[in-house]
């Protein structure tokens, strides 16, 4: 199984940009699937996750400006990022939860991060 992450790259503030993370492999199911964050010097942090019945979580830090979605069919996780700050720029990593066919458990799987840069 693996997440591969797309989208990120240099804005400037007041921008837009759109991450894409698909999943592949053998997978039977997914339950959760989000979006961590880690700037420079600083610990990971959760942006905002989605549940497979589509509930979402977010940072108090970006509740309004960014919003997460998923695509069930194409196993793939979106974050859309409006009114990009300064301090959104980090590498953004997207997370989930997936079923194996064949196990009987979920497994946390990460992908390989993509850097935002939000200049002022």
């Known amino acids: 199984v693996q997440l591969q992450a797309s989208g990120g790259g240099l804005v400037q503030a007041g921008g837009s940009l759109r991450l894409s993370c698909a999943a592949s492999g053998n997978i039977f199911s997914i339950n959760a699937m989000d979006w961590y964050r880690q700037a420079p010097g600083k610990q990971r942090e959760l942006v905002a996750a989605?549940?497979?019945?589509?509930?979402?979580t977010y940072a108090d830090s970006v509740k309004g400006r960014l919003t997460v979605s998923r695509d069930n069919a194409k196993n793939t996780v979106y974050l859309q990022m409006n009114s990009l700050k300064p301090e959104d720029t980090a590498v953004y990593y997207c997370g989930a939860d997936i079923l194996v066919s064949g196990s009987s458990h979920y497994t946390r799987y990460w992908g390989q991060g993509t850097l935002v840069t939000v200049s002022s």
């Open positions: 989605i549940a497979r019945g589509g509930s979402t």
